[in-house]
Nanobody, 126 residues
Framework: QVQLIESGGGLVMAGGSLRLSCTVSGRTFSNLAMAWFRRAPGKEREFVAGISWSGGSEFYADSVKDRFTISRDNAKKTAYLQMDSLKSEDTAVYYC???????????????????WGQGTQVTVAS
């Protein structure tokens, strides 16, 4: 059983920064492709960023490119999402997702991820 636990959400002023963490338990972390999604109020859940199992490839949604950085520490079994220059439109519940089948691919499709965290709220005040 794979469990993903997110942390690091909170309230921040526009222009500020937050770092989200996603710690994995239950299986080998280094074989997992990891991603972050978010659901803003009244909107569908959307892809934010993804990283391959090796960490060699990253992909970002256009809306967060150059502001957010995804990374991973295999020794700590944790993926991170560093969020800088936050905007009010970044307000959402952020979800960590993982899958073993993607290997070096990064998918923007929610359906390709088998494992999900419970979500952490990020609120950006303007």
């Amino acid at each position: 059983q794979v469990q993903l636990i997110e942390s690091g959400g909170g309230l921040v002023m526009a222009g500020g920064s937050l770092r989200l963490s996603c710690t994995v338990s239950g299986r080998t972390f280094s074989n997992l492709a990891m991603a972050w999604f978010r659901r803003a109020p009244g909107k569908e859940r959307e892809f934010v960023a993804g990283i391959s199992w090796s960490g060699g490839s990253e992909f970002y949604a256009d809306s967060v490119k150059d502001r957010f950085t995804i990374s991973r520490d295999n020794a700590k079994k944790t993926a991170y999402l560093q969020m800088d220059s936050l905007k009010s439109e970044d307000t959402a519940v952020y979800y960590c997702a993982a899958d073993y089948r993607l290997n070096q691919r990064i998918s923007r499709s929610q359906g390709e991820y088998d494992y999900w965290g419970q979500g952490t709220q990020v609120t950006v005040a303007s």
